[in-house]
């Protein structure tokens, strides 16, 4: 069974941080690298970072050096810490797999003012 469950959104003020985390159900966190995903309003789904199973790290470029994905595996859990938020930042943000499984959590909201 496919459990994506994200948390740690919310409204925050530009240069502002925020915690993002998404417990996965263990069979499909124990085998693949995760992501985060960010929609923005209006928007397509893009992928934001993504860190494998052996910790290895990637990230867009509108994000790097300000984002820092991480991942629990003894937790099955992965993280997004981000710093220096921008406006736009904004978005729904999802975790999932990478290449994504096509189910998906609600994701949860983060809201940067400027």
């Known amino acids: 069974q496919v459990q ?3 948390s740690g959104g919310g409204l925050v003020q530009a240069g502002g941080s ?5 417990v996965a159900s ?3 966190f124990s085998f693949n690298a995760m992501a985060w995903y960010r929609q923005a309003p209006g928007k397509q789904r893009e992928l934001v970072a ?3 199973t052996s910790g290895r790290t990637r990230y867009t470029d509108s994000v790097k ?4 994905i991480s991942r ?3 937790k099955n859990t992965v993280y997004l810490q981000m710093y220096s ?3 736009e930042d904004t978005g729904v943000y999802y975790c999932n797999t990478d290449p994504n499984l096509p189910s998906w959590g609600e994701g949860t909201l983060v809201t940067v003012s400027s």
């Open 65 to 68: 050096d300000r984002f820092t």
């Open 85 to 87: 938020l921008k406006p």
């Open 18 to 22: 925020l915690r993002l985390s998404c």
């Open 50 to 52: 993504r860190v494998t």
């Open 26 to 28: 263990r069979i499909i």
């Open 4 to 6: 994506l469950v994200e």
């Open 72 to 74: 629990d595996n003894a």
